[in-house]
């Protein structure tokens, strides 16, 4: 006997360029503010100018007697939004909502309104003696052991006080809806990365069934996390369009965007970490605190990481929330994970630099057995993998441990490490696959885009799956018409709708394979299922003489049998693999700082870093993640701040010019690789968590780099001249 089977070529694992990336450098791709909607008209928010207190009255009659202003609304009773709009709770907070016929003329009539208030003291300073903090809501204390006690005879201890600055997103594409009603049913084209709760939040605040409610979202022009809760403006739009009965647009400034969607919020800690003259760490101690608004408490879990990540018996954590006068925060890329990380990373480095042992031996020392949170084994860690590997890669060896040591000319040159790691989340996910006619595929799931390139990686796990090429394989988002996704977050979606496809993908194939061998019209007929393989959508036979190959198509069987298609639709449902495995994901990160001796000014020369991702779909995207992740952390070690006047809770740098972000020069030689790995304990796919993983411990490492080329540890972020100097 002889094998006609030629296997199939995976395109999984392989470097694909982005499949939707024609359609974005040509402009054909329609992000929210693109889409022309007939007899559309334009919204334009008044927002206040105070922090805290009461709307006395609201004058639109200026706004009114503009040629082209439709409407002026002030009363939303009728929205259920997250804050009471009968007063003021934040600066900034949507007080009226001018609807004209053009844009220019809404901006325009909503300069135009004047807004009397009874003004109340407001506070939004998280580190104002009147400032409370409270306990939160799900990160409770953690305690094991007793550290007090052990820090009391400790060889060693360090214990440091950080304050991260607050940051704001800053996406490329700025905050849009559009919304459409007809009779009862609502149409809306939104900038979201939760198709089923944003448009559960919409049927919630409009008051009609979630079935009656279309939301469509194909592309997304960055978020990061900020897109992820329903804000506002989006409610407020459906509300516009309700009441002047025409589809209203509305698109936020990038100074509104600044007080009208979440950041990720300042913090203060306190890191605490003692250890014998060997380095063996025998207790922690780990306070955070966050800022929240008054109106709803949102909590950023920058404890829950130093809890686990290194072997130490004696533990205590402590989350905290400050209610402020402020509007919501909300999850930034690497949400608490990034904040906790500078604080357990660099009381590391401190603690290595006081015992006199190098930074990567201290952790290597101190690599726990088990998850001392739970007792479990992890399900794949390779994190001292990560470090050796990327400790020869780097150049580690040529890091000299003395502080301000290293000159290059008037440069002081530093070299710095942290460790990076996030939780593996998984969510239920639906995904629809099917195969036309014509001999192509379309898979379809609710989820969302916003940069890491799921269009592209999903297109690959559908094409496996299907066996069939890349090029006749069409994968489709962003509807809710869709088979409902998880979140577009928390890195979740290569794991959670990557599962799903490969389910449908699957179980079509299979669908079609025991159709062709039971179908007497078929060359198949009459072979068992398990001796049929799909190459490039055709089906054959495995056991086939030579020359008498038997073998068909999934376009010819559709054709024969006369149907426009064949489908199948797949849930995925995680098992219990996180009641008996610690599932996270790891990375070893390193930095070079240059110093200028004379001004203080700190410059990133490179940053590098190894993954334990497990399996990694596409490497191209895959690399460019962790590019991405290096320019932010590079954004919050050195240059974002949000600067607030804190007598009226105004954002005084809410603009691109005085809030500073990484740009092209800031962004020196970055690099990644990922360990070849699998982790089939947390989904059929063996991935992990990616895209918030790259972020952590990038801040850290050049906050310890800055340190090794001055001798100065900076723990305030981020870390500019002044606190060099």
């Not at 407020?236 to 979440?262: D, E, H, N």
């Not at 970055?670 to 796919?685: H, I, K, R, S």
């Not at 895209?691 to 952590?696: A, P, R, T």
């Amino acid at each position: 006997m002889t094998h006609a089977f030629a296997a199939a070529r995976v395109v999984s694992g392989q470097p694909i360029s982005r499949v939707d990336g024609p359609r974005k450098v040509t402009g054909e791709a329609a992000y929210t503010a693109d889409n022309e909607i007939p007899g559309l008209v334009y919204g334009a928010l008044v927002c206040s100018t105070i922090a805290c207190g009461g709307i006395e009255h609201i004058d639109i009659g200026a706004a009114l007697r503009q040629r082209d202003v439709l409407r002026v609304l002030t009363d939303f009773a009728e929205v259920k939004l997250s804050f009471d709009a009968r007063k003021v709770s934040f600066f900034g907070q949507p007080l009226a909502m001018v609807v004209a016929t053009t844009p220019e003329a809404a901006a325009h009539g909503a300069a135009l309104v004047q807004v009397r208030y009874s003004k109340q003291p407001s506070l939004t300073d998280i580190a104002a003696p009147q400032a409370i903090s409270q306990p939160g809501r799900y990160n409770r204390e953690y305690v094991r052991g007793n550290p007090e006690q052990a820090l009391g005879s400790a060889s060693v201890v360090t214990d440091l006080y950080f304050s991260i600055a607050r940051n704001n997103h800053n996406p490329m594409e700025m905050p849009a809806t559009i919304a459409k009603w007809e009779g009862d049913r609502l149409t809306v084209w939104d900038k979201v990365q939760s198709i089923s709760s944003v448009r559960q939040s919409y049927a919630e605040a409009m008051s009609v069934p979630e079935e009656n409610i279309r939301l469509i979202s194909p592309f997304v022009g960055g978020a990061f996390g900020s897109a992820s809760q329903t804000w506002p403006h989006q409610l407020l739009t459906a509300f516009a369009a309700r009441q002047v009965r025409r589809p209203v647009k509305l698109v936020l400034t990038r100074k509104q965007m600044y007080s009208g969607i979440g950041y990720r919020p300042t913090s203060r800690q306190r890191m605490v970490i003692g250890a014998d003259p060997s380095g063996r760490i025998d207790a922690m101690i780990h306070d955070g605190r966050t800022e929240t608004a008054r109106y709803r408490l949102y909590e950023d879990s920058l404890v829950r990481n130093a809890r686990f990540l290194y072997r130490v018996p004696n533990m205590r954590s402590t989350y905290r929330v400050v209610p402020l006068d402020v509007n919501l925060p909300t999850f930034m890329r690497g949400p608490g994970a990034v904040s906790g990380a500078v604080a357990l990373e660099c009381g590391m480095d401190d603690l290595a630099h006081q015992l006199g042992i190098d930074p990567i031996e201290l952790r290597l020392r101190n690599e726990p057995d088990i998850d001392q949170t739970n007792g479990m084994q992890f399900s794949t860690r390779r994190l001292t993998e990560c470090l050796r590997q990327g400790a020869a890669t780097f150049g580690w060896q040529r890091r000299n441990p003395l502080p301000g040591a290293t000159r290059d000319g008037d440069q002081l040159l530093g070299i710095g490490m942290a460790v990076a790691t996030y939780h593996t989340y998984r969510s239920v996910c639906s995904a629809v696959a099917r195969v036309l006619a014509d001999g192509t595929a379309e898979v379809q799931s609710g989820t969302s885009d916003m940069g890491p390139g799921t269009y592209t990686s999903m297109t690959q796990v559908a094409a496996d799956a299907l066996g069939m090429p890349l090029s006749r394989v069409r994968f489709e988002l962003g509807d809710s018409r869709f088979p409902e996704a998880p979140p577009h977050s928390a890195s979740r979606t290569m794991a959670s709708v990557g599962s799903a496809v490969s389910a449908a993908g699957n179980m079509l194939r299979d669908k079609f394979i025991r159709t062709a061998v039971t179908d007497p019209g078929s060359p198949l007929n009459g072979l068992r299922p398990e001796d049929v393989a799909v190459t490039d959508g055709r089906m054959l036979s495995t056991i086939s003489r030579a020359g008498s190959e038997r073998a068909e198509s999934y376009r010819d069987l559709l054709r024969r049998r006369g149907w426009p298609w064949l489908e199948s639709e797949q849930t995925w449902v995680p098992d219990d693999a996180e009641n008996r495995y610690s599932t996270y994901a790891y990375g070893a990160v390193f930095a070079e700082v240059a110093v200028d001796a004379l001004l203080a000014t700190v410059r990133v020369r490179r940053i590098y870093a190894c993954y334990d991702a497990g399996r990694v779909i596409n490497p191209k995207l895959a690399h460019s993640q962790a590019i991405g992740g290096m320019v932010g952390g590079i954004g919050m070690a050195l240059l974002e701040a949000t600067q607030l006047d804190h007598r009226d809770g105004r954002i005084v740098n809410a603009n691109m010019s005085d809030y500073l972000v990484p740009v092209n020069a800031d962004a020196p030689a970055l690099d990644a690789t990922f360990l070849p790995a699998e982790d089939m304990v947390a989904n059929p796919l063996g991935v992990k968590g990616l895209g918030e993983l790259v972020i952590v411990g990038v801040p850290a490492a050049i906050a310890n780099a800055v340190f090794n080329a001055t001798g100065r540890r900076v723990t305030d972020l981020p870390i500019t001249v002044e606190k060099l100097l």
